[in-house]
Protein backbone atom coordinates (compact mmCIF):
# COMPACT_ATOMS: atom_id res chain seq x y z
CA UNK A 1 0.00 0.00 0.00
CA UNK A 2 1.57 3.12 -0.95
CA UNK A 3 1.45 6.25 1.89
CA UNK A 4 1.55 9.71 0.66
CA UNK A 5 3.25 12.63 2.85
CA UNK A 6 2.47 15.87 1.72
CA UNK A 7 4.97 18.91 3.12
CA UNK A 8 6.11 22.50 2.50
CA UNK A 9 2.47 24.33 2.96
CA UNK A 10 2.19 27.71 5.04
CA UNK A 11 1.16 31.21 5.38
CA UNK A 12 2.23 33.16 2.74
CA UNK A 13 1.14 36.54 1.34
CA UNK A 14 -0.24 37.51 -2.65
CA UNK A 15 2.35 37.34 -4.52
CA UNK A 16 4.78 35.21 -2.54
CA UNK A 17 6.00 31.60 -3.41
CA UNK A 18 5.98 28.35 -1.49
CA UNK A 19 7.71 24.78 -2.51
CA UNK A 20 5.06 21.85 -1.86
CA UNK A 21 7.18 18.46 -1.51
CA UNK A 22 5.14 14.60 -1.30
CA UNK A 23 6.79 11.69 -0.54
CA UNK A 24 6.00 8.14 -1.41
CA UNK A 25 6.68 4.94 -0.54
CA UNK A 26 5.88 2.03 -2.37
CA UNK A 27 7.50 0.37 -5.36
CA UNK A 28 4.90 1.72 -7.56
CA UNK A 29 5.49 5.15 -7.53
CA UNK A 30 7.95 5.40 -9.94
CA UNK A 31 5.67 4.02 -12.80
CA UNK A 32 3.12 5.99 -11.94
CA UNK A 33 1.68 9.38 -13.42
CA UNK A 34 1.22 12.01 -10.17
CA UNK A 35 -0.75 14.73 -9.63
CA UNK A 36 -1.21 17.55 -6.73
CA UNK A 37 -4.65 18.49 -5.78
CA UNK A 38 -6.31 20.66 -3.64
CA UNK A 39 -9.24 21.48 -1.77
CA UNK A 40 -10.81 24.79 -0.87
CA UNK A 41 -13.01 24.98 1.84
CA UNK A 42 -16.10 24.16 0.57
CA UNK A 43 -15.23 22.73 -2.72
CA UNK A 44 -14.63 19.45 -3.78
CA UNK A 45 -10.71 18.36 -4.39
CA UNK A 46 -9.23 19.60 -8.03
CA UNK A 47 -6.40 18.09 -10.14
CA UNK A 48 -4.32 21.37 -10.01
CA UNK A 49 -1.21 19.87 -11.73
CA UNK A 50 0.23 16.30 -13.22
CA UNK A 51 3.33 14.55 -14.38
CA UNK A 52 3.95 11.63 -15.84
CA UNK A 53 6.31 8.62 -14.89
CA UNK A 54 9.38 9.73 -16.69
CA UNK A 55 8.25 13.47 -16.58
CA UNK A 56 8.01 14.16 -19.84
CA UNK A 57 4.62 15.12 -20.23
CA UNK A 58 3.13 17.57 -17.36
CA UNK A 59 -0.36 19.40 -17.20
CA UNK A 60 -1.42 22.30 -15.32
CA UNK A 61 -4.99 23.56 -14.87
CA UNK A 62 -5.70 26.84 -16.06
CA UNK A 63 -5.91 28.72 -12.99
CA UNK A 64 -2.46 27.72 -12.13
CA UNK A 65 -0.64 27.86 -15.89
CA UNK A 66 2.09 29.68 -15.69
CA UNK A 67 2.47 30.05 -12.06
CA UNK A 68 2.90 26.26 -10.60
CA UNK A 69 5.83 24.06 -12.00
CA UNK A 70 5.33 20.47 -10.70
CA UNK A 71 8.47 18.09 -11.14
CA UNK A 72 9.26 14.80 -9.36
CA UNK A 73 12.64 12.65 -8.40
CA UNK A 74 12.01 8.93 -8.70
CA UNK A 75 14.95 8.26 -6.92
CA UNK A 76 13.89 10.07 -3.80
CA UNK A 77 10.19 8.93 -4.33
CA UNK A 78 9.36 12.76 -4.38
CA UNK A 79 7.30 15.35 -6.07
CA UNK A 80 7.50 18.66 -5.86
CA UNK A 81 5.14 21.56 -6.89
CA UNK A 82 7.11 24.55 -6.46
CA UNK A 83 4.36 27.83 -6.42
CA UNK A 84 5.01 31.25 -7.58
CA UNK A 85 2.98 34.74 -7.79
CA UNK A 86 0.35 32.91 -5.00
CA UNK A 87 -3.43 34.30 -5.12
CA UNK A 88 -5.71 34.04 -2.46
CA UNK A 89 -8.09 32.03 -4.56
CA UNK A 90 -4.64 29.52 -4.09
CA UNK A 91 -5.65 28.76 0.03
CA UNK A 92 -6.23 25.13 0.22
CA UNK A 93 -5.09 21.57 1.53
CA UNK A 94 -3.16 20.43 -1.24
CA UNK A 95 -2.47 16.96 -1.64
CA UNK A 96 -0.59 14.30 -4.02
CA UNK A 97 -1.82 11.05 -5.45
CA UNK A 98 -1.96 8.77 -8.88
CA UNK A 99 -3.07 10.87 -11.18
CA UNK A 100 -5.69 8.58 -12.52
CA UNK A 101 -6.48 5.87 -9.90
CA UNK A 102 -5.72 7.79 -6.01
CA UNK A 103 -4.75 5.72 -3.80
CA UNK A 104 -5.27 6.36 0.34
CA UNK A 105 -5.02 10.05 0.80
CA UNK A 106 -2.13 11.48 2.77
CA UNK A 107 -3.38 14.89 5.26
CA UNK A 108 -2.04 17.12 2.54
CA UNK A 109 -0.52 19.98 3.17
CA UNK A 110 -2.45 23.81 4.41
CA UNK A 111 -1.72 26.71 1.94
CA UNK A 112 -2.73 29.79 2.84
CA UNK A 113 -2.17 33.18 0.80
CA UNK A 114 -3.04 36.32 2.44
CA UNK A 115 -4.60 38.86 0.20
Known amino acids: QVQLVESGGGLVQAGGSLRLSCTAS????????MGWFRQAPGKERKLVASITWGGQTVYYGDSVKGRFTISRDNAKNTIYLQMNSLKSEDTAVYYC????????WGQGTQVTVSS
Open 26 to 33: GRTFSASA
Open 97 to 104: NHRDSPWS
